[in-house]
Each structure stands twice: as structure tokens, then as C-alpha cells.
């Protein structure tokens, strides 16, 4: 790889409403790595995306890109990551082309028209480019939203329960995109409940106990 | 500064493709400000003398009613997370949406203010003062809104709760929106009076977004 890049996670706690939600929680991944984060419900996957996406301070540990702490230079780690959350940001009045170059143009890129329609064509959603979002269901919005993955380009991938509402065919696409994404060095940290074929990857299990993350 | 245009541009064209909002804004200000002459009855003097505070506290209303959405949408359907994601600092991308804003709220209140003055008889004379008044004040009223929009974003009740907290901050810029109006109606220069509406705007203006962003990254944790 041209540019290896280290994403490493030292001591990592979060706090929410006075409780450890997870804490001593370490990882080191590089290019090329998966990580899933499995765990019961309110075991703090969500809640550890954000905050690698920095929309969360974390109460203790250290945060490195490259050796680099991520919170000294707060814009270079926003632009090197595609966070996605539960909701899909698909606005009803807007067609997925638009909302697609409109979130492209939010990180500060101007992919033309074409690919703009592979993006959404890798979805499988071509079709559906023109319709206003409110005439899509769960699943297509859930797509529209996963196309902006493949629209723009970041190193890191913050994926919450990506598969949410997907169907079988979906969920194919989606791990064709993860695949080529780590092929080209990318890295891929995904919540997930199962369901999402990830290949080789490490897991990280959150709420086993209460005080232990415990590292791959 | 491409982000900041296209935050712009998608909020203009989501308000073209629903424009019930900012209808619902001028269609309150026009019937509130017809309901003096019905109260207060039609003698020309008594509306004369109102006419400059009604169509004021009343444009001042209508800002205040579609202030609520400002970023209740985005925050609701995620898209607010992505705006804080952006490598654009979030400052801009606030101050784009309060430019968005006004030119979806505030404007259409400016264009349609000379017709509802003139129903209160408002002198012709001050209409140059009122449409400037207007124009440099009624910014700073979207500016000020959107630190009340971002600190209610975690509550239930937002809309009073935005008035509470942001009426007491526009009373500066009613003072001297009107003063100004007021000055121009008996021939005195409303020069000065504008020049305050400029300062007030010219310090909200690096203030607000601040202010709006930092609320807006407090309730995304």
C-alpha cells in the first residue's frame, strides 16, 4: 500500500448518563481492516461510532489516525470518514440524484452526473434516480443513503446497522461495496446484528462486561 | 465554500417544492396586521399612529413562527449529523441555512410590507425607512432566531420555548427599527437609527453562527 494508514483506539471510555457505557476499549485496525461491533442492544455500538466520528467526546483514551491524536486536527479526520447512522437523511422532496449530489457536495466533492448514477446503480436504484423521496420505501431510502459510500470517496467507514430494511440483494451489494472499499485500502468499522457478510474481519463484542471492551 | 452554496441552494429548492411554510408566513403577517383596522376601528389618525409599530412586531411575529424548523428537519431525519460530518466547518453551513431563512421568510415579509403599511395609512414618506428598516433588521432576527432553533433542539415544546428565549434579545432591533421608521414619517433624518440596525446585525453576524453551532453539537451528543 502507498499510504499505509493506522486507526488505533488506546483506553477508549464513554460515559452517558453518569454509567460506563463501555471503557479500556482498544482496537488497532489498518488498511484493509474490517471490524464488526456485535453486542446486545444499548451495549454502546452506536454510541462508540459516533464517538470515533467525533460527533461524541470520549470521557478517557486516546484517538490516533496515523500516531496523530484525531481531535487536533478535528476537519482532516471529518473528511477522511463516511459516518451513516440510522437515519438515512433522504430528504421526501428531494430525488436520490439530488440528495446524492447534494451530500457529495457537502464533502466538498463534485462527482459529475455519471457517476452519480453508477453510485446509485451499484445500489441497484438507477431506476428510482428521478423519484422524489417520498414516494421510496424503507429499504430504497436505506439504499439511496448507501450510494453516497460509493459516490465519494473516504478512507474510513463508520456504518451503523447498515443493513437495516435491506433485502437479500441489497445486502449482497452492500458487501460488494465493503469489498472493494477494504481492496483499495479502505477501512470498514460496521455495527451490526448479523446478516452482513463481511469476509476475514476482527469482531469487537461491547457489553459482555460491563467494564471490559474487549479487544481484537 | 462549495458546501456552503449547495446547503443554500438545497434549501431554497426544498422550500420552492413545499411552499406551504413560507406561505403560512405571509399569510399570518397579512391577516394579523388587517386585524387592527377591524379592532381598533378606521380612523386614520389612531392607525396613523400604530401603523410602523404593527407592521414591525407583526413582521417580528411572522419570523418568529417559521423559526421552529430551522433545524428540526435536518436533526429529525439525520441529516444534521452529516452537516456537523462535513469537512466544512459547521459555522458556515449554519450561516448558510439563517441566509436560506431569510430569504424564504423574511423577504417575502419585506416585499408585501409596503402594501399592509399603507392599509394603516402609513405616510409615503417613511416607506424608503421601512423597507430599509426592514431589510437590515429583519437578518439579525434570523441570526438571533438560530441560536434559539439550535438550544431547543432536544425539547419537545421548542416553538414557545424559542419565543421565551429569543423575543426579549429582538427588542433592540424593534427599537430602532421603528425609531427609524418613525424618524423618516415626521421628516427627520432615519439615518442614525439605520446605522444602529447595521451595527446589531454586524455583531450578530460573527456571534450567531458560533452560538448556533456550538447548541447544535451539544445536542447531537
Known amino acids: 500500500m502507498a499510504d499505509p494508514d493506522q486507526f488505533v483506539a488506546a483506553d477508549l471510555a464513554c460515559i452517558r448518563g453518569e454509567r460506563f457505557v463501555f471503557s479500556k476499549l482498544r482496537f488497532t485496525l489498518s488498511n484493509g481492516d474490517a471490524l464488526a461491533l456485535v453486542g446486545p442492544n444499548g451495549a454502546g455500538k452506536s454510541s462508540l461510532l459516533r464517538l470515533l466520528a467525533g460527533l461524541l467526546p470520549a470521557s478517557d483514551g486516546k484517538l490516533t489516525w496515523n500516531g496523530a491524536p484525531v481531535g ?17 437523511a433522504v430528504k421526501p422532496a428531494l430525488t ?28 441497484g436504484i438507477a431506476g428510482l434516480a428521478d423519484l422524489p423521496g417520498r414516494f421510496l420505501s424503507q429499504g430504497q431510502r436505506r439504499r439511496a443513503a448507501l450510494a453516497r459510500l460509493r459516490a465519494t470517496s473516504a478512507r474510513l467507514w463508520l456504518l451503523d446497522e447498515p443493513t437495516l430494511g435491506l433485502d437479500a440483494d441489497a445486502l449482497v451489494r452492500l458487501a460488494d461495496l465493503i469489498d472493494t472499499h477494504r481492496s483499495q485500502g479502505g477501512i470498514v468499522i460496521v455495527a451490526t446484528h448479523g446478516g452482513l457478510d463481511l469476509g476475514p474481519h476482527t469482531t469487537l463484542e461491547l457489553g459482555t462486561a460491563r467494564n471490559a471492551g474487549m479487544a481484537a | 465554500m462549495n458546501a456552503v452554496l449547495a446547503v443554500l441552494l438545497r434549501d431554497l429548492r426544498l422550500a420552492w417544492r413545499a411552499p406551504g411554510d413560507s ?5 399570518f403577517f397579512v391577516l394579523t396586521v388587517v386585524l387592527f383596522p377591524l ?26 413562527l417559521s423559526l421552529d424548523r430551522l433545524f428540526r428537519d435536518d436533526a429529525e431525519d439525520g441529516s444534521l449529523d452529516l452537516f456537523a460530518l462535513s469537512p466544512v466547518a459547521l459555522e458556515f453551513l449554519v450561516l448558510s441555512k439563517v441566509l436560506a431563512h431569510w430569504l424564504i421568510s423574511a423577504v417575502p415579509l419585506i416585499v408585501i410590507s409596503p402594501v399592509l403599511a399603507l ?9 424608503p425607512a421601512l ?14 432566531g438560530a ?16 419565543g421565551l428565549l429569543v423575543l426579549p434579545l429582538y427588542i433592540p432591533v424593534l427599537i430602532f427599527g421603528v425609531a427609524a421608521v418613525d424618524a423618516a414619517a415626521q421628516g427627520l433624518p432615519a439615518q442614525p437609527h439605520l446605522l444602529l440596525l447595521g ?17 447544535i453539537r451539544q445536542a447531537q451528543q
Open chain 2, 39 to 64: 379592532g381598533i376601528g378606521p380612523e386614520i389618525e389612531t392607525l396613523q399612529r400604530i401603523s410602523v409599530g404593527v407592521v414591525w412586531v407583526m413582521a417580528l411575529l411572522a419570523c418568529l
Open chain 2, 119 to 127: 392599509s394603516l395609512h402609513m405616510p409615503v414618506e417613511a416607506f
Open chain 2, 199 to 215: 451595527g446589531l446585525l454586524a455583531l450578530f453576524l460573527p456571534v450567531a453562527p458560533v452560538a448556533a453551532a456550538a447548541a
Open chain 2, 23 to 27: 406561505l403560512n408566513v405571509v399569510l
Open chain 2, 147 to 162: 441560536i434559539g432553533a439550535a438550544l431547543t433542539l432536544g425539547s419537545r415544546k421548542a416553538g414557545v420555548l424559542i
Open chain 2, 131 to 144: 423597507l430599509s428598516s426592514l431589510l437590515l433588521g429583519t437578518p439579525t432576527l434570523s441570526l438571533i
Open chain 1, 96 to 123: 436520490p440524484l439530488e440528495s446524492l449530489a447534494f451530500h457529495a457536495q457537502l464533502r466538498g466533492e463534485m462527482p459529475g452526473a455519471t457517476a452519480l448514477k453508477t453510485a446509485l446503480d451499484a445500489l
Open chain 1, 72 to 88: 487536533d486536527e478535528p476537519d482532516a479526520h471529518r473528511a477522511r470518514l463516511h459516518y451513516l447512522g440510522h437515519l438515512d
